[in-house]
């Protein structure tokens, strides 16, 4: 057997074995750093960015059995090489030129109000001082365009054929929706979808930026796994609603993030309460302290109880964000505490 027969045979075994917690495969995560072939001994070369043992430990075992019953192959012998936590920026995905601090907004499911955090979280903190982008990298469902009120299209920087942020209420912006336009779908496969997600977030004109929050699409598929393989993240929020079908995804996402090294910044209770215009009343559609509990079991902070408010959606759908169009209102009252406690842990704290 020629050198190329058994390595494309090797590659086609290995794409099967998926790294964990995530879509793809160790060869698309670029973990395979060298393979050979003794005899019948099939000697692999690993490196895994993860203090987690079980991790080499599963994939170990995946891999093996993806080599039972292949004549050629009798024994692999894998050598995996584990870079230390410190280490993943600088072997692997790297900051944004000019961007100090960059922070992803996810949930582990749809539906629970993780682009409504996002666009109050990116105006609070450009209402605080501080300099703040806002990448929407929800591709196929992108909403930021919307939430910021912001259609404009976008234009390349001359010299440099970066794209140029639009930049609305104090905050600099890419979105899809701002390429495609209200009605028209994002229509792309994983390649493409790659492309762009990489394409947002080191081919755009950032400047100098304080904080890149990062408005990520539901799940733990390929668009999570290309921004932590492209930037070095210095944190990710965590947003749910209470009740246990959402905590169950909210935990797929935090062991996601942690098997790649991403720090917790802690978890946000979405749509906790609803209180009736007009009234004191208060009542919980969705249960009660979930995400606080939730938050305790992960042992990371607990950053805010954030309630179901008409207004709070309103302000959305034209284009105003609640904590900017109506700061005295509840939901704005609580965007803001949000907002500065999230501040206090990017910039004061150097904990890990």
């Known amino acids: ?5 058994w390595q494309e045979e090797v590659v086609t075994r290995l794409r099967g074995v998926k790294y964990p917690g995530f879509s793809r495969d160790i060869i698309s995560f670029g973990l395979v750093q060298d393979m050979a072939l003794e005899g019948t001994e099939l000697k692999l070369k690993l490196k895994i960015t993860t203090p987690d043992p079980a991790v080499p430990e599963k994939i170990g ?8 019953g292949y004549g050629p192959v009798k024994s692999v012998t894998i050598e995996t090489e584990v870079a230390p936590p410190q280490a993943t920026a600088a072997t692997g995905a790297q900051g944004i030129e000019g961007v100090k601090k960059i922070v992803a907004v996810a949930s582990g499911k749809g539906g629970v ?6 666009a109050n979280l990116a105006v609070r903190l450009a209402q ?3 300099k703040v982008g806002l990448c929407d990298c929800d591709l196929y469902g992108p909403s ?4 910021l009120g912001c259609w404009e299209g976008v234009r390349v920087e001359e010299g440099t054929e970066r794209l140029v942020p639009a930049e609305c209420h104090g905050v600099k912006l890419m979105s899809m929706g701002m390429l495609l336009g209200d009605d028209s779908p994002a229509a792309l496969r994983g390649p493409m979808v790659t492309r762009f997600t990489q394409q947002f ?3 755009v004109a950032w400047g100098d930026l304080d904080v890149l929050v ?6 733990t598929g390929d668009i999570q796994l290309t921004i932590v393989q492209t930037v070095a993240l210095d944190g990710a929020l965590i947003v749910t609603t209470p009740q246990e079908v959402a905590l169950v995804d909210a935990r797929k996402a935090i062991a996601m993030f942690r098997k790649v090294n991403v720090r917790i910044l802690g978890v946000v209770e979405n749509m906790s309460y609803f209180i009736v215009p007009g009234t004191t009343q208060k009542h919980e559609i969705f249960g009660t302290g979930g995400g606080k509990k939730e938050a305790k079991r992960q042992e990371v902070p607990f950053l805010g109880e954030i309630p179901l408010d008409p207004e709070a959606r309103e302000c959305g759908d034209h284009g ?3 904590v900017l169009e109506r700061p005295n209102s509840v939901s704005g009252k609580v965007f803001s505490e949000f907002g500065n406690h999230l501040s206090k842990i990017l910039f004061l704290s150097n904990s890990s």
């Open 1 to 5: 057997m020629s050198r190329n027969e």
């Open 61 to 68: 075992k995946e891999i093996r059995d993806a080599f039972k």
């Open 113 to 118: 109000g993780k682009s409504t955090v996002a």
């Open 128 to 130: 605080s001082g501080l």
């Open 144 to 147: 930021q365009a919307l939430m």
């Open 201 to 203: 977030l080191r081919q």
């Open 214 to 219: 990062l408005d990520l699409p539901p799940g």
């Open 320 to 322: 105003k964000p609640v």
